[in-house]
RNA sequence: GCGGGUAUCGCCAAGUGGUUAAGGCCUCGGAUUGUGGUUCCGAUAUUCGUGGGUUCGACUCCCACUACCCGCCCCA
């Protein structure tokens, strides 16, 4: 067969699936704990939900949708999923439960980029929303929860970032600014960022080329931009959050150079970071988009919310051993091994029975391999009624009457 | 879209112009006709990503293509 997966897409095979499981179980556990419910949106929806939600100057949608054409209509393969969830809490009036409203979701995002280690073109992630609060609390609330998800992964060696980019008022002045101070060097600057001047300047803060790294430093870049200031709202915002995170004992760094690729953020930006992982590190980004249910014809809503990539994730757990069946039943009767088989089931344990009825010594092997107990139910014990329990861990094995292993 | 790397059995791999393409793991069978995890023995690639070319001869040299991996952009 030479039909292969697509690239960028990966199956996820059943020796992975006790770690998949592990983190939708917790996941579930942390969310529902904190009165997030979980919503599950179509994986493909209308094409201008995410030109209008998520931004045309962004490279997701300029360049890495996957769309196509029905019944003379464009759809996409959703990329994120705060969009989609903006549509539905407006589809359904969620908005009209008393605030705030708050969400999680579990599901395949699709973005057509170039894969490599930590980015495909089918992933996974799960992520929160909040509506309708306006106040820092709400911005802590969910950063907290991320950081209990992941101690709960059992991941550390993690950094929070944190940062503010202003509001559409500020935002406007900060981007001049900021512009202003780049400007006496950005013919030095690399291609990418002299593009990113006009496009989005707040971008080149982000950028990686090493020469330009030393631009900043020389030209002192990084006081001139602390030295920018956000709007009296947004700067008290910023520092509430800053409080709620201290009180709580979250670490986190400021990173004024911290922006985030997608157009719909507003004041609180953040990431977390794995020290772990190849080039793409983040583990987490989210942040604050007040502007954005309007935008998608909704009233005025706050709304704060990440997403986290599930395979990153997942690259950071140790594999999980697969659990094994409870018992094996090991019979050269096969008819009578299926109805032993039956009533385990029926009894609540995992079990299986060899389909070959093979030397009991390839059985017992098998059953060494991928069950905790043997059963053997040979002639003996049927003849007499009872069965032979084989603990495959310490070896030890117990006579036991058939009627006292099945009631 | 740009740059670099790799392609030999289900997996990990050695081979690097000359008869039958090492080895290990896994799987299956036997030693052990009612007892596994140790040990021993045996089986499993007419074939080296695909298509051309060079050569008496190519897995080994050349060309093209494809796939995958890594990095950039960007993002989870």
Known sequence: ??????????????????????????????????????IRTPIFEDTNLFERGVGDTTDIVNKEMYSFEKSERSLTLRPENTAGVVRAYLEHNLYRES??????????????????????RQFHQIGVEMFGIQDASADAEVIMLAVEFLK????????????????????????????????????QLCEDCQSRFEKNPLRILDCKNENCNKL????????????????????????KLKLYLNALNIKYVENTFLVRGLDYYTKTVFEIKSNNLGSQNAVCGGGRYDGLVETLGGVHTPAVGW??????????????????IDYFVVSDNQLEAVKLT??????????????????FAKQLEKAAKIAYKAIILGEDEINNGY?????????????????????
């Open 1 to 38: 067969m030479n039909i292969k997966a697509p690239k960028g897409t990966k199956d996820i095979l059943p020796n992975e699936m006790a770690n998949w499981h592990f983190i939708e179980k917790t996941a579930e556990e942390t969310f529902e704990k904190a009165n997030f419910k979980e």
């Open 99 to 120: 605030p705030p409203s708050k969400f999680w979701y579990f599901g395949p995002m699709f973005r057509y980029e170039r894969p490599q280690a930590g980015r495909q």
């Open 152 to 187: 709960r992964l059992g991941l550390n060696d993690l950094t929070v970032e944190i940062n503010s980019l202003g509001c559409s008022v500020c935002r406007k002045e900060y981007k001049e600014q900021l512009k202003k101070a780049i400007s006496p060097f950005l013919n």
């Open 216 to 239: 900043f430093e020389e030209y002192n870049l990084k006081s001139k931009i602390s030295g920018i200031k956000l709007c009296d709202e947004c700067s008290s915002h910023y520092e």
């Open 342 to 359: 039956e009533k385990l089931r029926n009894k609540g344990f995992s079990a299986e029975f060899d389909y070959t009825s093979r030397k």
């Open 387 to 407: 069965l032979t329990v084989k603990d495959l861990q310490t070896s030890e094995q117990t006579k036991i009457s058939f009627d006292k292993l099945i009631n």
């Open 307 to 324: 997403a986290m990539g599930v395979e990153r994730l997942n690259a950071l757990i140790p594999l999980i051993e697969t659990k094994k």
